[in-house]
């Protein structure tokens, strides 16, 4: 005699899993969102920072960039 097994996938599983991988999408859209603003923020402040402000952080104004993707601190 031959046993079968079937798994049986639930239409409540099937709506969890679309549902867990929306809720991720959304939480890493978030997070990418977040990390974009932190980006904007240093780079604002290290913009506004004079040449010799710059110098004392061993920058110059073509680093500005660089620093703030890096997250060099302000």
Do not use: K
């Not at 899993?17 to 240093?42: L, P």
Request: net charge positive; with cysteine.
């Amino acid at each position: 005699m031959t046993v079968i097994t079937h798994t049986a996938f639930t239409a409540t599983s099937r709506v969890d899993t679309v549902f867990a991988a929306v809720i991720e999408f959304c939480a890493d859209f978030c997070a990418g969102a977040r990390q974009g603003r932190e980006i904007e923020a240093r780079y604002d402040a290290l913009s506004r920072l004079s040449r010799p402000d710059l110098a004392r952080l061993g920058l110059t104004r073509a680093d500005v960039a660089r620093a703030a993707l890096t997250g060099r601190p302000v």
